[in-house]
């Protein structure tokens, strides 16, 4: 008899042994981890993948029980968390598939005691759903985009033939125009001349008196005063010869274009084969010719 008490003792003391694989009783420690840790949904994926980990349901039935137990109070955990359907969809979904592993490892006991457990609790969590109406579960509806209106083809230019492309604009400017324009250019060329002349008179003056200044003995010393006159006298010189320099060329330009511009007046008067735009800037002057080549009528 102590001998009885003693196996007994030493039955109750032995530490039962795992149902879990390996790999899932290590999925186990994550989730209950993540459980008393009050993080509940990962702890619910890590029940499941622990639950994947052991796909044969008639060799692993009792470790599938204990993780399919878990995850439902897990679950239902959470859902009084949140009071959100989203748990009781995935309890749902969970205890189906549970159910039917068990129908298709034991198709010979469809009675089984473990079936018809997964199937109450199945009817469980459907009827909690009810409270949410028929689309608890559906997955929400992808957002509505707003529909882009397509792009209005783009009308193409109207593209010229190359007949038309090639045919040039007739842009001869009539005689009359061309001896205003001329008239204009030579009355410029004689008020340019008439500076020139200014300039040749004050450049003449300058140097006369710089000649008047140098030409003091030279035991005399300038005083300050003519000293400074012959600087003056100097500068104002080189003034005078650079608008000479300047006014001469303009001179020469503006008078030989307006020449041109009323030989061309004259001609275009007869065969108009000719036309000229002139132009002329503070820096320089010149003419556009239009020449229009082919036998004359």
């Given at each position: 008899m102590p001998m009885l008490h003693a196996v007994a003792l030493l039955l109750?003391?032995?530490?039962?042994?795992?149902?879990?694989?390996?790999?899932?009783?290590?999925?186990?420690?994550?989730?209950?981890?993540?459980?008393?840790?009050?993080?509940?949904?990962?702890?619910?994926?890590?029940?499941y993948a622990a639950y994947r980990s052991m796909p044969d349901a008639r060799r692993d039935l009792a470790g599938r029980e204990q993780l399919a137990g878990s995850m439902r109070s897990t679950l239902l955990d959470l859902h009084e968390q949140t009071g959100e359907a989203a748990p009781l969809c995935r309890l749902q979904s969970i205890l189906q598939e549970h159910a039917d592993a068990l129908t298709a490892a034991f198709p010979n006991d469809p009675d089984?005691?473990?079936?018809?457990?997964?199937?109450?609790?199945?009817?469980?969590?459907?009827?909690?759903?009810?409270?949410?109406?028929?689309?608890?579960?559906?997955?929400?509806?992808?957002?509505?985009?707003?529909?882009?209106?397509?792009?209005?083809?783009?009308?193409?230019?109207?593209?010229?033939?190359?007949?038309?492309?090639?045919?040039?604009?007739?842009?001869?400017?009539?005689?009359?125009?061309?001896?205003?324009?001329?008239?204009?250019?030579?009355?410029?060329?004689?008020?340019?001349?008439?500076?020139?002349?200014?300039?040749?008179?004050?450049?003449a003056g300058?140097?006369?008196?710089?000649?008047?200044?140098?030409?003091?003995?030279?035991?005399?010393?300038?005083?300050?005063?003519?000293?400074?006159?012959?600087?003056?006298?100097?500068?104002?010189?080189?003034?005078?010869?650079?608008?000479?320099i300047g006014t001469g060329v303009a001179a020469g330009v503006t008078a030989a274009l307006g020449t041109t511009l009323l030989v061309l007046a004259?001609?275009?008067?007869?065969?108009?084969?000719w036309s000229a735009a002139p132009w002329w800037s503070p820096t320089g002057g010149g003419l556009t010719l239009h020449v229009k080549l082919g036998t004359a009528r």
């Open positions: 109750v003391l032995a530490p039962a042994q795992s149902v879990l694989s390996p790999e899932a009783a290590e999925y186990n420690t994550k989730a209950m981890r993540f459980y008393d840790a009050g993080q509940l949904a990962p702890a619910v994926d890590e029940f089984k005691i473990e079936t018809r457990s997964a199937r109450a609790r199945h009817e469980e969590a459907t009827l909690q759903l009810a409270a949410f109406g028929p689309d608890a579960c559906k997955p929400p509806s992808p957002p509505v985009t707003a529909a882009v209106p397509a792009p209005e083809p783009s009308v193409p230019a109207p593209s010229m033939s190359p007949a038309a492309a090639a045919q040039p604009l007739d842009d001869a400017i009539p005689p009359r125009q061309l001896k205003i324009a001329g008239g204009v250019t030579l009355g410029l060329s004689a008020v340019l001349l008439g500076v020139m002349t200014y300039g040749l008179a004050t450049e300058q140097r006369a008196r710089v000649a008047d200044i140098n030409d003091k003995p030279a035991d005399c010393p300038l005083t300050l005063a003519e000293f400074n006159d012959l600087q003056t006298s100097r500068e104002h010189a080189l003034a005078g010869r650079r608008i000479v004259h001609r275009s008067a007869r065969t108009k084969r």
